[in-house]
């Protein structure tokens, strides 16, 4: 029906450090729908683990932590004085200690165990039912909602995506350098395109956005007029 108020589920996937998700967030944001991290999601699973003692030297107890995924409740709440989404892990503000290194070291094992993947995936296709969604990860065009309104492919030139991350770095006064920062996204995108569950990859119909060479304001704007046109596409 024409003019009925269309809520799209927007998928974005793409390689580690492209500004998923602060373009999903204001695209969010634009549009009032929901933000949904799936990073988050395989970071919070892995922080219990962590914390179980259940990840040694990329081994995990699989079996233990299969049986505790009932037990490991996600949920995001938004922060409106900093505008940011806040990731809960049974009740437990999880946000700053699920981007720390010893979580992102482990991440890989987790993400990689087939069962946490379908439990989550089912959590993130309900945060979906309704639409009015904007979810960022790397299987959600393939696996999560292979009939999302707008899949988006994120990508970016690694030396780029290493110098954001330099800069991000060494403004919080982490000492680190160029060449160790550019070794580890080309390990993380090997990893992310090489595993055997959902590896990373391009829906046949997504769009790509290589943002090596625009502004964030630029590309929001590209992305809203995709949006302009999926939802003219709906309404008719
Ligand atoms: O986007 P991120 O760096 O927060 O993701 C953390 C890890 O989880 C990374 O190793 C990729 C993995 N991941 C995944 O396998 N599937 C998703 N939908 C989202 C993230």
Same mark, same amino acid.
């Given at each position: 029906m024409k003019g009925k108020q269309t809520k799209l589920v927007i998928a974005i996937d793409g390689f580690s450090s492209c500004g998923k998700s602060t373009m999903a967030k204001d695209i969010a944001k634009i549009m009032s729908y929901i933000y949904v991290d799936t990073g988050a999601m395989y970071r919070a699973v892995t922080l219990y683990a962590l914390r179980k003692n259940w990840i040694n030297e990329d081994e995990v107890e699989t079996p233990l932590l299969i049986d505790a995924l009932n037990d490991i409740h996600i949920s995001f709440q938004y922060n $409106?004085?900093?505008?940011t989404n806040v990731t809960f892990l049974n009740g437990e503000n999880i946000e700053t200690e699920i981007r720390q290194l010893e979580v992102s070291n482990n991440v890989s094992v987790i993400a990689a165990i087939g069962e946490v993947r379908r439990h989550l995936v089912k959590l993130q296709q309900e945060f979906g039912n309704d639409g009015g969604v904007v979810m960022d990860g790397r299987?959600?065009?393939?696996?999560?909602?292979?009939?999302?309104?707008l899949k988006i492919f994120m990508t970016a030139d690694p030396m780029i995506r290493a110098k954001r991350r330099y800069d991000e770095l060494t403004a919080k006064g982490d000492s680190v350098t160029i060449e160790d920062i550019l070794a580890n996204v080309e390990k993380r995108d090997y990893i992310d395109q090489n595993r055997? $569950?959902?590896?990373?990859t391009k829906a046949a119909d997504a769009v790509v956005l290589d943002?090596?060479?625009?502004?964030p304001a630029e590309q929001t704007a590209l992305v809203m007029e995709w949006i302009k046109e999926k939802k003219e596409e709906k309404d008719v």
């Open positions: $409106e004085e900093n505008q299987d959600i065009g393939t696996v999560v909602f292979p009939h999302a309104d055997e $569950e959902s590896p990373l943002n090596s060479r625009l502004t």
